[in-house]
Every structure is written in C-alpha cells, then in structure tokens.
C-alpha cells in the first residue's frame, strides 16, 4: 500500500554530541545483559582475532535488532489474519586494511545470525562468535580481490574508504508496543465491512470487489557497539491503520483507493471515528472513479496542480534519492551515482526553493513525524543537512562512506533491521521563499487555462509509477471533473528543475510518513508545473466477474 509499506518509524530527538564520549542517559550500559555480552564479546574477538599470517580487523561492529510486531488484517467484515512476532537478530560487520583502503563493498560488509530472543548472554556471544569468525573471513577474500581490482585502474579512489567517527555512548530507554489489540481489531473489522453495512454507501456494494482494514505496530530496540567505543541502544515504534478498498469500473478498469495514518504511538493514529469516516470517503471516491469518464485519448501537454498529497510523492521519487550519496562504481571520478552525480552547486529546483533535511524535527502541523531519528545507524548524531539552498544543490546525505568533496558523515548512514548501512533521508521538508495560499495557487490555475484558452488539470494523490489517482479536469471557470485511465508524461528531475512555476505555503504541505524498510519522511507544499503531460494509459483492460455478487442480505 501507497506510504503504508511494513516496517518502523523512529521517533527522537536530536542530540548534539560534542564530546568524544558522553552518556546522554541515567541508565548504563552494564545493566542492559544483552548490551553487556554484545560489549564482552567485541572486545575478545578485538584481542583475539587473527589468522596467521593474515591482517588483523582494523574495525568490529555488532548490530543487535530486537523486533517486536503485531499485525491484523479484516476483509469484508471479517477478522482475516492476526498475528504477532517477536525476534532477536545481528548483524556482525569486520573491516580489513584500514580507514583509507578496505575490504568494504557497494553491498556492504557483515554476516547475519538470529540471537536468543531471552536475555541469554551466552546464547548470543556464541551466536556473535561465530559470525564474526565468518565475517573476518570474508574480509580477508574481499579485501585481497578488491586489491587486485583496483590495481586494472590507472585513476586511485577519490576518497577514503571509511570515514573515522568519534566514539560515544548513547543509551535510550527501552521501547514497548502500547497497543490496544482488541479495540483496534474490533475496529478494522467494522471498517472493512462499511462498504455493506453504512446506508451512505450501500446501495453500490455489489460494485466493491476488495474491502480491507489494517492495523500494523512494531517495536523495536536498537544495539550497537564498535571498535571505536561506541556504545549505543535506542528504540522507536510505529503503528498504522490502513484501508483499501477497489474493484472494477463498466469496461473492466481496475481502480482502487488506498490510504491510511501513520504514527509513533497508538494514540497518535485516527480516532475512531475520523477512521470510519475514512472508509466512507474512500467508498464514495472509488463509486465516483468508476462513473468517471476516462481521460481524453489527445495528449495534452500544459499546467497541472499537484496537491501536497501528490507533490511529496513526486519529490520523493524523484527528487530524494539523488540526494542520498552512494559512492560511485569503481573506477570511475564520479561523486555519487543518479541524476546529481554532477550537480553540485548546480540548479535542481527553481531559485526559491529551499531543501533541508532535519532528523530532530518530530512534528509538523501537529502532525506525527516518523522519520527522526538521534543516531544514526553508524553511530553517527544526525545532523540538519541544507541540500539545497536557492534553488541549488549544496550537499548530499551521506553516512561513513565519504565521497569525493565529502570526506565525513552528516549522520545519514541508515539501515533496515539487519541489513548494512547507507545513506539514507530522515525528515525531508521543502520550503518556497515565494509561497502562496492554497486559494491562491487555484486561481492562478484557472489564470493560466484562460491564457492558454484550455482546459487544465489538478491531480490530488497519486499511485504506483507517480501515476494520477484522483486527476480532475478543470475548466477556466473553476468547473472539476474527475477522470480516470490516466498517465504522466515526462515527470522527471527536469520537470522539477524548470517547469515549477508556484509553491503553496504550509497550509498546503503534506506530511508523507513511509515506515518501511527505513523510516523517512517527506514534506512538500503544493506545487503548480507548467507543462506536464497528460495522457490515456494503454494497459488492457481486465475482464469482469462471470456472475454478480452475493447479496448483501444473504448469510
């Protein structure tokens, strides 16, 4: 489902950490016993691991991933799935050569081993003994065929392989799940059930062939140590109602509606009220989709509004990721890879566009923010990063792999429960030094079909490949139809760098919260481009069902 994918949310607030190594809570890391084995183990293997005759480790981690997840699923008014886990997993990185030159690859470093899911010390020291004998073994073959790799290349890395990071000691307290499994069940199972049920949508049950309500929560505690000292546990959670509802309009088209809330604690999420409001919305949404007329079949190429709905997911899509840094493929002078690779101090937005990544940011609009985060998965504090500043790339979000003019971490390198660290967005939000009122960018919609002597468009979400959802025609005297069947026609890092013509202010941003697999955030106003392209998608169209519904009535 669109921003309701499975995983976490991280919730926490910056800490600036100035000394080389400061405790930022009352609790130590002695009383924790998974924390004190993790600590007891690194430092053996650190005095004791050494092949004969081959390189010692220059650089230990070990990530601990305490997983702690509920999920329940109701279709059709009905409890379809409950289920709830809890697991223990590590992830043991060892680095051969040193910070300038290692055994480190573009898929990352480390071996992973499930732990003992009760605090047994010495189940998870074996379970870390043994991957660790297999992590260094690894690095030693990585970091010998990776010598021979680079001696094919006449032009030496632009960069260290590995950016040295002050230790530190951060301890959070532990987090739980706080979840009332009951009420929420009761509560999915009445929503995926309205589409029968609710007089105001009733009367086109037959027309719904997927009702499904949603309830996932996760919890999860984060360990890690290195051989640099650092010491870190921390924790955040994630909860998130979702509904999806769909089927088919008269020509066989699929269409469908899909959205829900996104929190940092239970009590964050809709009530249950605006919840069941949001079924009936959705119901009444998809009804009014499969009466829509389909789009016109002549391309149309001119101005289309996207709300901040729509607009975040274009920035996220498009814009995001080329601000991550991933270090370049051996070999080549390249900075990064993607379409910035060569755009530093460059135009990527028009002038009055700011763009900051903020990881202490919590809230915005009063909304819950699940992309914040203190430390990073390296052991880096986040820091507030100004990507772009008048309309101009200045920086890159990058964790300990430096890249060429970026020789340190800003506190993005991130990671999904067991998985290696990259880098990785936080809490992305955009700003316009130019912004206008929601009533503003409409009429200057409507300004610009009366110049153009056409009608234009106004799309409200998106879905899949950043194609339009809910897409309006709008006509120059303000009249909205809604059509289906539609695509976009060259929406790319182009579009953003030279067709935005307005920016709503922040009554029209949009908090876009994604949990999974890394937890990141993204904040866009509205946005007015000038030439878009609009126009009917050519998939074929699916069959209808050879025979009605049930009847509602019927048991």
């Known amino acids: 489902m669109r921003k309701t994918s499975t995983t976490l949310a991280l919730a926490a ?29 690194l430092d053996r293997e650190k005095a004791q691991l050494l092949l004969p005759d081959m390189q010692r480790p220059y650089f230990i981690e070990y990530h601990l991933d305490d997983i702690d997840s509920y999920e329940a699923v109701a279709n059709y008014g009905a409890l379809t799935l409950e289920q709830a886990n809890h697991q223990r997993i590590v992830r043991v990185s060892v680095r051969v050569g040193d910070y300038t030159s290692d055994s480190s690859t573009a898929r990352g470093e480390g071996v992973v081993q499930l ?36 001696k094919r290349f006449q032009a030496p890395p632009t960069e260290k392989d590995f950016s040295p990071a002050k230790p530190i000691t951060h301890i959070d307290p532990l987090v739980k799940m706080d ?32 009702s499904i309500a949603t309830l996932r929560a996760a919890a999860i505690n984060r360990y890690l140590v290195n051989t640099e000292g650092t010491v870190v546990r921390q924790g955040y959670s994630s909860y998130n109602a979702a509904v999806s ?67 975040s997911d274009v920035m996220n899509r498009l814009f995001v990721p080329n601000v991550e840094a991933d270090r370049p493929e051996m070999g080549t002078t390249a900075r990064t890879q993607g379409a910035y690779t060569s755009s530093l101090h460059a135009p990527v937005l028009p ?43 200045q920086n890159y979000l990058l964790g300990r792999s430096p890249i060429k003019d970026f020789p340190e971490s800003n506190g993005h390198g991130r990671a999904a429960p067991a998985q290696p660290a990259h880098s990785h967005s936080g809490v992305v939000l955009f700003k316009s030094s130019q912004p206008l009122t929601g009533p503003a960018l409409d009429a200057k919609l409507l300004s610009l079909a009366k110049e153009q002597g056409h009608d234009v468009y106004a799309v409200d979400t998106l879905g899949g490949e950043l194609n339009p959802r809910l897409l309006f025609r709008v006509k120059a005297d303000g009249t909205r139809e809604l059509v289906r069947g539609a695509v976009f026609d060259e929406l790319d890092v182009r579009t953003l760098r030279s067709d935005i013509i307005a920016a709503g202010d922040a009554s029209t941003a949009y908090v876009s919260n994604s949990i999974g697999p890394i937890p990141q955030t993204t904040i866009a106003p509205s946005l007015l481009f000038s030439d878009i392209g609009v126009k009917r998608a050519s998939e074929e169209q699916q069959k209808l069902p050879y025979y009605a519904a049930p009847p509602i009535d019927s048991k």
């Open 13 to 41: 607030l910056l800490v600036t950490i100035s000394a080389t190594h400061k405790v930022l809570a009352a609790e130590k890391p002695s009383d924790d016993p998974m924390l004190r084995a993790l600590q007891t183990e």
């Open 115 to 150: 732990a003992p899911k009760d605090d047994n010390p010495l189940a998870l020291r074996y379970a870390l003994w043994t991957a660790t004998d297999e992590a260094y073994k690894n690095a030693l073959r990585s970091y010998a065929a990776k010598q021979a790799a680079l």
């Open 351 to 393: 002038e009055a566009f700011s763009v900051t990544d903020n990881p202490s940011l919590t809230t915005f609009n009063g909304q819950s923010i699940v992309g914040s985060y203190a430390i990073d998965e390296e052991g880096v504090p986040a820091q507030p990063v100004d990507i772009v500043v008048n309309g101009k790339l």
């Open 245 to 311: 509802v769909g089927g088919q309009a008269a020509d066989g088209m699929r269409l469908g509606r899909d959205n829900g809330t996104i929190a940092t604690s239970a009590k964050d999420l809709e009530s249950a009220a605006a919840f069941h409001q949001r079924v009936i919305d959705d119901l009444k949404s998809y009804e009014a989709l499969r009466k829509a007329p389909v789009v016109s079949s002549e391309d149309y190429h001119g101005p289309v509004l996207f709300s901040g709905d729509a607009a």
């Open 179 to 210: 979840l009332d499994r009951n009420l929420w069940k009761k509560r999915i199972v009445e929503a995926s059930g309205l589409y029968a049920s609710d007089p105001e949508v009733r009367s086109f049950a037959a027309d719904v062939q997927h």
